[in-house]
């Protein structure tokens, strides 16, 4: 998937049906209408959870939306970040995986 506006928002809208606005995974708020909106306390863009810079791609598996802000401390960080002022780890899970714990 080639990102950019409208493709953007085909994955908002994939991702959050008619909600105009939703929090990214670090508890941050985001509004559709801010799209890649830096000026907007509530601008988000896409995040490539394993980065294009390490080898990730453009499939919607790989993308995230969340706050600009997120992106930005996230960078090319992976698998462990801050953002947020809290420490992530991305983690594959697959469906034989126990979630409960």
């Not at 453009?58 to 960080?77: A, F, R, V, Y």
């Amino acid at each position: 998937m080639t990102i950019n506006h409208e493709s953007a928002i085909k994955f908002w809208i994939e991702t959050y049906g008619k909600k105009q606005e939703a929090w990214d995974f670090t508890g941050c708020k985001i509004v559709k209408a801010a799209y890649n909106d830096r000026n907007s306390n509530y601008g988000w863009n896409i995040d490539h959870i394993y980065p294009k810079s390490l080898g990730g791609t453009d499939n919607w598996d790989n993308l995230c939306i969340c706050h600009i802000l997120t992106n930005d401390e996230k960078s090319n960080k992976f698998p462990v970040f801050n953002s947020n002022n809290k420490t992530y780890q991305i983690k594959t899970i697959t469906e034989d995986d126990n979630l409960e714990n």
